[in-house]
């Protein structure tokens, strides 16, 4: 009988097929064995039929059923197109940066003239070819309706001597300058053009160095790297690197209230949101969204309690078993602000620093974390107003702002004009890298599975980071890098292609073994006992018609 | 003892006495229905009556029934339940329907047995054929075995596919090739396993043909019937689509079949089995149970060709074990056929093995299962462990049953052996 038996029944014993078709022992007491008369052909035909019938199965169904279920799916990928993103062959990051210069003063042809020579001037200073400058001229008129394209527009208004101011709101450089100061049409030099170009390439310094610094970091091919990034400034910039948080679109603002005591029990934060820190989030809206929610916590005890903080205490003042900090909410990264009332105080700094003894700070910034401000008030204050918080919101957005990676020099619109080209190189960068990282994991891992969904998320990659590249600079650039960020992030960490990782094909024995060797042994048994009996008959009747031929 | 002439007054005694029996449970103790219709032993996810009501609900408020993933059964028991007056007001309607179908079950199963296919078929005769139950007794040992109540009690919509597939056979035997194709597929429709048993059963049609019309060529006979089955199937789903207005139907129903996609521990062996599995292999596992559910069936038509009502009877009982969402319904139609084999019991060989496991299992069963899931001292291996009893009870029952048919055939072979001790080898 060739019913197989299931793993879990197989003690029980099933007749088997010879028990029933002849050849069966009698021990009843009967002393010599008689010989079980010979099998009909129909039983042996029969028998024949019941082992097909089992192998059909096995042969049309089960086999190619196993090999489709069990194929590994491998989704095609342009590798060498991913690894020529990551080694930076792809793309040569290009920030044209077009500044106009607005000279109502000047007669069309002089200020043609004075254009010509900075630009002369700018492009001997420049080394890093990725990083250009190009001026042009605006139309006198159009004072109103600056160019979306042009990052600064530089005011040449005359005056006693040569000054430069940049305008606090507006990306505007004002310059003035002395009358004899402007160049004649034939002079191939002005010392205006040298001084122009040089408190551009002063104001536009710290960028060039951060994008340089991110395209040195990231593997780019050398002949693209820019020289001459000295070793200080190289660290500064990891510096500034390691404390601002890793780029997200969103991020959650916790402004938390930690009193050592019973009061105050309420604070205006709203308000004071409203009115100290909205402008500033308005301004990094085209780059960050923020969300926001708010927290108070009475007779909350710190991670250190000395008078005195010094700077030891600082890293564990964060009581972060008792405070309710979480980690993240909703995916997007936590930036946490707090404001603790006490009568702590923090250390001044030393008297030998650079800058002289500084009256002693109240506020602290944690790395990649956010936040602490020390408020001292009298005892009994029931209620935090809006004006009280207006010094710690003021240091918070200050502090956001270098959390966010913000360049430190320069006026606020140029200094956020520029963190928008910061990201969008560093996120292009990262997407290449990405990119990079999965194609070479697909080339080592040869029984990895790739999902369609994969070579999805890297087909939009690659077609994002192309038109952040052509549109690198602008709005658009940093949306598409965005976006292609996101994807080359979603497709790397492809949950069901990591499943994979862990089951090598030495565990297939393991998983095939148990149910399918039981089932596997009466199959091939049932098969061989079969074409050996087959072959039996053959020989036997092969023997008989030789011996009728002998005859 | 012969049912068909049996009077009226005894015809209708057992299935008076089984009414009476199930309507007083359903109304001297109404908390029982309820708890029996929560127990994973009587409702699967695919015969569940509380996901019946659920699909009911949705229907009657012009939602598609499959939204929620809950209903897994078929369409046309929306409009059958919708027609009865609401279950939450009128329970009885539905206890009446629950009870008419067990009754008619059983009269299914008493037309069986009075026609004697079990132990004589058109192309043998069991020398013990003389001793033999009558329908009376069958169809009460169905109707007053424990499990069938409760699953009627519980009111698991299986009992309308074993009434399906009992009056399909009913009908085969009986020489109406016609009616046993369109109950059995009503029964696959229902259940979709059911559709298995199609090859014993158009060798039992064709067997049992009437004389004045049959068919000559057996292929012709089989084509013939499988293009019905086709054209009812073809019928009922078509039916099915203009109730719920959508295909979904096919992957909320027998998809959740065939992918176990609901995981709800059960009697049987796959729930476990799939809920440790690694998901990469998880479609190929599926494939080879299937398989090896199917696989059964053409070995065993081969080999008892000359008895098919065996086959089926066998194919029931391994089902019953190895199917996705197996329940004691199952398990309750096997054991309603097996007493037609009354004339080869002298033949098995380890019936009280087999009582003691069924029984060792059936109250052991619940009381794992509250140790796992009520009690929390104990874990999924009490209760799997305990339905890996069950299955071995079974698969027993259905070896001791065939060695029984075997011996029985072989002896007719060799009628110097009767009696005599026999080895396997």
Redesign the interface.
């Known amino acids: 009988?060739?019913?197989?038996q299931?793993p879990?029944?197989s003690?029980?014993?099933?007749?088997?097929?010879?028990?029933?078709?002849?050849?069966?022992?009698?021990?009843?007491g009967v002393p010599a064995r008689k010989q079980p008369?010979p099998e009909k052909p129909s039983d042996i035909r029969?028998r024949s039929?019941?082992i097909l019938?089992?192998w059909?199965?096995?042969l049309c169904?089960?086999l190619p059923?196993?090999w489709k279920?069990?194929t590994i799916y491998r989704a095609h990928l342009p590798l060498q197109e991913m690894l020529d993103w990551a080694d930076g062959k792809a793309c040569r990051p290009v920030f044209p940066l077009h500044i106009s210069i607005q000279a109502n003063a000047l007669q069309e042809q002089e200020a043609q003239n004075l254009l010509r020579l900075t630009q002369h001037a700018l492009d001997d200073l420049n080394d890093f070819s990725g990083h250009h400058l190009r001026l042009q001229l605006a139309p006198p008129a159009a004072t109103e309706n600056r160019d979306r394209d042009t990052v600064l527009t530089i005011r040449l208004v005359p005056g006693e001597a040569t000054t430069a101011t940049l305008d606090p709101h507006e990306p505007i450089l004002d310059i003035t300058y002395p009358p004899n100061a402007i160049p004649s049409p034939t002079s191939s030099s002005s010392s205006l053009a040298t001084y122009v170009a040089g408190q551009l390439r002063s104001t536009f310094a710290e960028e060039q160095a951060t994008i340089s610094y991110l395209l040195s970091a990231n593997s780019i091919s050398p002949e693209h790297r820019p020289q001459g990034l000295s070793p200080d400034v190289a660290e500064t910039l990891s510096k500034r690197t390691t404390r601002s948080l890793k780029y997200a679109p969103t991020y959650h603002l916790t402004f938390s209230l930690f009193t050592s005591g019973p009061l105050p029990s309420s604070w205006d934060i709203e308000g004071a949101i409203g009115d100290y820190m909205k402008p500033v989030l308005d301004l990094l809206l085209p780059i960050h969204n923020f969300t926001i929610d708010t927290q108070v916590q009475l007779y909350a005890t710190p991670g250190v309690q000395n008078q005195v903080l010094n700077k030891e205490d600082l890293s564990s003042f964060i009581n972060a078993a008792e405070w309710p900090l979480s980690p993240s909410i909703g995916g997007a990264p936590t930036v946490n602000f707090i404001v603790f009332v006490g009568n702590q105080t923090i250390a001044a700094p030393s008297q030998n620093s650079a800058e002289g003894p500084d009256p002693a700070p109240h506020s602290w910034l944690i790395p990649q974390w956010g936040t602490v401000y020390l408020l001292s008030l009298p005892p009994d204050t029931p209620h935090l107003s809006s004006e009280a918080l207006k010094q710690p919101l003021l240091t918070f957005t200050s502090h956001l702002l270098s959390l966010t990676g913000t360049p430190r020099s320069g006026s606020l619109p140029l200094r956020l004009s520029t963190l928008s080209r910061i990201r969008s190189a560093d996120l292009l960068l990262r997407a290449s890298s990405t990119l990079g990282s999965l194609a070479r994991l697909a080339l080592a891992l040869p029984s990895i599975?790739i999902p369609s969904s994969v070579a999805d998320g890297v087909s939009k990659t690659i077609r994002h980071l192309r038109m952040a590249c052509e549109t690198l600079g602008g709005p658009e650039g940093l949306a598409h890098a965005r976006i292609a960020e996101a994807e080359a992030e979603r497709a790397f960490f492809e949950k069901?292609m990591v499943?994979?990782l862990y089951?090598p094909d030495e565990h297939k024995i393991a998983?095939y073994l148990p149910?399918?060797g039981p089932?596997a042994v009466p199959l091939v048994m049932g098969l061989v006992n079969e074409l050996k009996a087959w072959r039996k008959r053959r020989l036997e009747a092969a023997a008989l018609g030789a011996g009728k031929k002998k005859e | 003892m012969d049912g068909a002439k049996a009077t009226p007054g005894r015809t209708a005694g057992p299935y008076v006495s089984a009414a009476v029996l199930r309507l007083a449970i359903l109304t001297l103790l109404p908390g029982l229905p309820d708890l029996l219709t929560g127990r994973v032993e009587i409702s699967t996810p695919v015969t569940s009556f509380k996901r019946l009501q659920e699909g009911l609900f949705l229907y009657n408020h012009n939602v598609s029934p499959y939204d929620g993933g809950v209903y897994h059964q078929a369409p046309l028991f929306l409009p059958l339940f919708s027609l009865l007056p609401s279950f939450s007001s009128f329970p009885i309607f539905t206890y009446l329907l629950y009870i008419a179908v067990d009754l008619l079950s059983a009269n299914a199963l008493w037309r069986i047995a009075d026609s004697g296919e079990a132990g004589s078929s058109a192309l043998f005769s069991s020398p013990r054929r003389e001793k033999r139950w009558s329908g009376f007794v069958i169809a009460a040992l169905f109707l007053f075995n424990p499990f069938t109540v409760a699953t009627c009690i519980g009111r698991s919509t299986s009992v309308f596919t074993t009434c399906a597939i009992l009056h399909a056979i009913a009908k085969a035997v009986s020489g109406a090739p016609f009616g046993a194709m369109v109950a059995l597929s009503f029964a696959s429709y229902l259940s979709m396993y059911p559709l298995l048993l199609l090859p014993p059963l158009i060798l039992l049609c064709y067997d049992r043909q009437r004389s004045e019309r049959a068919t000559k060529s057996g292929l012709k006979f089989a084509a013939t019937c499988l293009s019905l089955v086709a054209g009812v199937l073809a019928v009922l789903f078509q039916m099915s689509y203009l109730v719920t207005g959508s295909w979904e139907f096919l992957r909320s129903t027998y998809g959740v079949q065939l992918t176990l996609s609901d995981l709800t521990p059960n009697v049987g062996?796959w729930w476990y089995f799939f809920i440790e599995m690694?998901?990469?292999?998880r479609?190929?596992?599926l494939?080879?149970f299937w398989?090896?559910l199917?696989?059964?069936v053409?070995?065993?038509t081969?080999?008892i060709?000359r008895q098919p009502l065996v086959v089926l009877t066998l194919l029931l009982g391994i089902f019953a074990?190895?199917k996705p969402y197996p329940s004691i319904s199952d398990t309750s139609l096997f054991l309603a056929m097996v007493p037609l084999y009354r004339h080869v019991f002298p033949l098995m060989r380890h019936t009280f093995v087999i009582a003691a496991v069924i029984m060792y299992a059936t109250f052991l069963g619940p009381a794992f299962y509250h140790l796992w899931i009520y009690a929390g001292s104990g874990n999924a291996n009490f209760f799997y462990a305990i339905t890996?009893v069950w299955?071995?009870g079974q698969?027993?029952l259905v070896?001791d049953l065939?060695?029984a048919v075997?011996?029985d055939?072989?002896e007719v072979?060799?009628p110097e052996?009767v009696g005599?001790?026999?080895?396997?080898?």
Not at chain 1, 1 to 4: D, R, T, V, Y
Not at chain 1, 11 to 28: C, F, K, Q
Not at chain 2, 420 to 425: A, D, W
């Open positions: 009988m060739l019913i197989q299931p879990d029944d003690t029980t014993d099933s007749p088997s097929l010879e028990a029933v078709t002849g050849r069966v022992t009698a021990n009843n008369p029969r039929y019941i019938s089992f059909l199965i096995v169904l089960g059923i196993w279920t069990t599975s069901s499943g994979q089951f998983v149910l399918l089932v | 062996l690694f998901d990469s292999f479609s190929f596992f494939a080879v398989l090896h199917s696989s059964y053409g070995g065993l081969v080999r060709r074990i190895f890996l299955g071995l698969s027993l070896c065939m060695f075997l011996r055939e072989w072979e060799r052996m005599k001790e026999i080895r396997q080898i």
